[in-house]
């Protein structure tokens, strides 16, 4: 079936432009989480979604990022007046409440560059 | 969560068994090992995860000591498009809601001819 996707794959913006990256979970899946992996690191946690509730937010960098889930499945996390540090591949992942709850699946991610 | 330590790189031979190490010495009596891995330009990728005993699926073999406190990831038979960072990470268990993935920096294997 159909795994988490992201879009764009690719964005380049100037400093001090908005950007929104989106991610579309698998079908069904309760859990969504964002991480920023920047060059050479491990994946950080950013904020956590079940359905449309954000329960945990506190990966946050600062003000400037926002996320959303209104509908409890496609997901937009919104960055403001981007710096050159915002720099870095966003991942999303989303898991279900069933059988597969331990496992977190990921898309392939946002590859974000700040000039 | 507890912390985890692991080499910063590996070599292995293809066809050769890849055994990578983690230490995870402050481990408490809810937390289970998970491992993922991370092929370069994708997203993470679940391989398994246990909590005391060890664990096998199609992918690898989970090896916990007894007291915990380190496991060995065990890929039988390595090909070269098990070339990846391999993260071990450890997490409390199920507690109705889903948890995040505390990720260190991995170890960097890499699968030669």
């Known amino acids: 079936g159909a795994g988490v996707s992201q879009s764009p794959r690719y964005k380049v913006a100037k400093r001090g432009q908005d950007v929104a990256l989106r991610c579309d979970p698998i079908s069904g899946h309760v859990s969504l989480f964002w991480y920023q992996q920047a060059l050479g690191q491990g994946p950080e946690f950013l904020t956590y979604f079940q359905n449309e509730a954000q329960l945990d937010k506190s990966g946050l960098p600062s003000d400037r990022f926002f996320a959303e889930r209104p509908e409890g499945s496609v997901s937009t996390l919104k960055i403001q007046r981007t710096q050159q540090e915002d720099s870095a591949v966003y991942l999303c992942?989303?898991?279900?409440?069933?059988?597969?709850?331990?496992?977190?699946?990921f898309g392939p991610g946002t590859r974000l560059t700040v000039t | 969560d507890a912390k985890t330590t692991q080499p910063p790189s590996m070599d292995c031979a293809e066809g050769r068994a890849a055994n990578l190490p983690c230490n995870h010495s402050t481990i408490s009596g809810n937390e289970y090992v998970y491992w993922y891995r991370q092929i370069h330009s994708q997203g993470p990728q679940y391989i398994i995860h246990?909590?005391?005993n060890n664990e096998t699926n199609e992918m690898a073999s989970l090896i916990i000591t007894e007291d915990r406190k380190s496991s060995t990831l065990i890929l039988p038979h390595a090909t070269l498009r098990d070339t990846a960072v391999y993260y071990c990470?450890?997490?409390?268990?199920?507690?109705?809601?889903?948890?995040?993935?505390?990720f260190g920096t991995g170890t960097r294997l890499q699968v030669t001819l």
């Open positions: 246990g909590l005391k």
């Open positions: 992942a989303s898991s279900s409440s069933g059988k597969d709850f331990y496992e977190q699946y």
């Open positions: 990470i450890v997490r409390a268990g199920y507690t109705g809601t889903a948890s995040k993935l505390t």
